[in-house]
């Protein structure tokens, strides 16, 4: 691959492409996901020059998608209301995941809860939780994704935790209490 075989490259293009994109999406590229995994490919292709032989290339690839995402929304004096159209337009892949265990678990109802808490955290925080939990990255590599050291993943997504349990369960208080007043 590093002596420019493009037809190894091109397999690694189809492994990791839907990840990518799913990446790109899920940290706020939205309908963007795409020109920027293309982008992050691009660009991945010419550095490997500076890819460290025996490093896991997903993080590393997913590294510059990270990047990427993120000089979509620097240009950009509108940053935070493209963020929410971006998150907006990711809640689908969220919700609609047939494949998801966790869909097996929760109900719809509860996965809207848990989109709608996510949109509420600040960006920082739902990266995280979106690299940890929505993306199945492991520590270390959510550190190399994000550009953090591994405390500040943990630190942040014990925040994000935390502040995202306390949205659920105060939205599911005030559920239970609608359900009464409809009652009584």
């Known amino acids: 691959m590093r002596g420019g075989d493009r037809d190894a490259y091109a397999e690694l ?18 309908g ?37 995402t993120h000089n979509l929304h620097r240009a950009s004096g509108r940053r935070m209301a493209r963020e929410r159209r971006a998150w907006e ?10 494949d998801d265990p966790a869909e097996a678990l929760l109900s719809l109802e509860r996965q809207s809860a848990l989109v709608r808490g996510l949109a509420r955290l600040s960006p920082e925080h739902r990266q995280v939780v979106t690299c940890r939990y929505l993306l199945d990255l492991d520590e270390a590599e959510t550190a190399a994704v994000l550009g953090w050291p591994r405390g500040t993943v943990k630190s942040r997504l014990r ?3 935390i502040k995202l349990g306390d949205m659920l369960d105060t939205e599911a208080s005030r559920d239970r209490a609608r359900e009464v007043k409809q009652r009584g």
């Open 32 to 68: 963007e996901a795409e020109d920027v995994v293309q982008e992050a490919f691009v660009k991945a292709y010419a550095a490997l020059d500076r890819f460290l032989p025996g490093a896991p290339f997903r993080s590393w690839l997913l590294r510059i998608v990270a990047n990427e």
């Open 159 to 161: 925040r994000a935790l």
């Open 89 to 98: 337009q990711s809640q689908p892949l969220l919700l609609a995941r047939p």
């Open 13 to 30: 293009v189809n492994r990791h492409a839907p990840v990518a994109i799913r990446t790109a999406a899920l940290l706020g590229a939205g």
